[in-house]
Every structure is written in C-alpha cells, then in structure tokens.
Nanobody, 129 residues
Framework: VQLQASGGGLVQAGGSLRLSCATSGRTFSSYDMGWFRQAPGKEREFVAAITVGGGSTYYADSVKGRFTISRDNAKNTVWMQMNALKPEDTAVYYC???????????????????????WGQGTQVTVSS
C-alpha cells in the first residue's frame, strides 16, 4: 500500500484545512486508517483514526470536537477536516494504514503508532498566531 498525503499549508489560528490521503492498491477497504503528527523535537503522536468501513472513529483528546476523519473506500481516500486550528497543531501530518487482523478492533489500539504498517510522506501544517 502506498500513501500520498496532501492538503497541508499555512493558516491563521482559528482557520481550517482539509488533509487528504490517497492510497494505491485494491485492498484499501481492509485497512484501518490513521493520522499522526510530529512537531519539531517531539515524538510522533496520534491524532485520529477510522476503522475499515468507516463505522467507528477515534480521536486524541487534543483534537476532539475540532477534527473530523472520514473515508471513501470507493475512492481509496481518507480525509481529515481540521477546524478551529491552534498554533499547537503545527506539525508534519502523516497518514498511516494497518491491515485489519481481527474481526473486532479495540478502538484504543488505533492510537498505537507501532501498529501501523504503512506510512505516507507527510504534509506540513503551520498555524500562525
């Protein structure tokens, strides 16, 4: 699976951006998808995730209510709408994929960065104050 993230940019605090992650391959619908971010000097952290069919989503507390993750399996694409952006949201954002290995998923496991097998190249989001 190859992932291509896009949509980053420079925005003022309070503004919005929509990130996209286009994937290759015919098995997109069998992957749980996640967004992670990494700020300079910090570890990569979980932002949001969505299960294979899009029926369940999971968010970091820091973005809950502001960010929305969605997917379209027919288009092999996952998005993340980011509203009410804050300077602390500044980071490189990465999309990631992990194959569904079990019928049921524990949502909290979606935040485990080590559980994802495939990563995109990242897109820079900069929020000015």
């Amino acid at each position: 699976v190859q992932l291509q993230a896009s949509g980053g940019g420079l925005v003022q605090a309070g503004g919005s951006l929509r990130l996209s992650c286009a994937t290759s391959g015919r098995t997109f619908s069998s992957y749980d998808m996640g967004w992670f971010r990494q700020a300079p000097g910090k570890e990569r952290e979980f932002v949001a995730a969505i299960t294979v069919g899009g029926g369940s989503t999971y968010y970091a507390d820091s973005v809950k209510g502001r960010f929305t993750i969605s997917r379209d399996n027919a288009k092999n694409t996952v998005w993340m709408q980011m509203n009410a952006l804050k300077p602390e949201d500044t980071a490189v954002y990465y999309c990631a994929a992990r194959p569904r290995r079990q019928i049921l998923v524990v949502l909290s496991t979606l935040s485990d960065v080590s559980s994802y097998d495939y990563w995109g190249q990242g897109t820079q989001v900069t929020v000015s104050s």
